[in-house]
Each structure stands twice: as C-alpha cells, then as structure tokens.
C-alpha cells in the first residue's frame, strides 16, 4: 500500500493551480450558464470560451431551423418532456431570447422535427458540461 509522502503517489499530484475565489467561481459558472463560453472568456482563456460560444451557440440555431421544439417548464407534464425543458433551459439567455421571440415552437410534421429537438436538448446539456468545466478551472483542478 502507498502512502501519501512516497515518490510514486507525489508524482501523480499535479502542482498547485491557481485558484479564484469562491466570489469570483460563482460569477464565472452563472455567466457560463447565461452566455455559453462567457465563463471561460472571463478567465482568459478566449480561444476555449469562443470556440465553445460559436459550437453551442451553432448547435443551438441549427436545432431552430430544423423546426425543433423548446419545451416549457410545466411540472404536470411527462418525465422526458422535464428531462427536456432542463436540457433546453442549459443554454440561458439564448433560450429565454428563443421563447420570448416565439421561436422554438416546433412542427411535428417536419422531417427535421426529432433531430431538431435532440440538437436543442444537447447543445443545452453540452453547457451544463462546460459550466462544470470552468467551475474545475476556476477552484484549480484543472490546467
């Protein structure tokens, strides 16, 4: 068995990260979770935060123009249709841009109907990811 202080477990420890503070974490992962990429922009790392932005923000109009639908939160509804309007609402503002300008209403008859939708829904779920990974940045356990 290892202990703490032998070469072969301080060699997997990586060295200190920087870290910010709790203050500064907390603003970084809500203005993620308001602007996709906006997190990562706020640390300095730009080619991350826009590179992320332009993906779920692209992932995001592509579901719209395949007629996908953005649920509404309704909690008498079926569990997938909850599953779905917790993936829709991932993407913040621009998800409250889409329902508030009548975007997002979805055509059930369109042939791009499911795939639009399951685009929505992950491009929602991919920010979840990404807020996640500022937050690991942010309190130094990721480089």
Known sequence: MLSENSPEVASEIPSELPRLSIGMTVLVCVS???L???????????IRGLMLAFAIGLMFLMGLSMQGELYAGDLTQTPLRLFGFFADVGVGLMYWLAQHSHQGIGDMHARDYDYGTTYLWVCGLLNYLTILDAFDIARGRKP
């Open 36 to 46: 996709p990429g906006l997190g990562h922009i706020l640390m300095g790392r730009w």
């Open 32 to 34: 993620g979770f308001v």
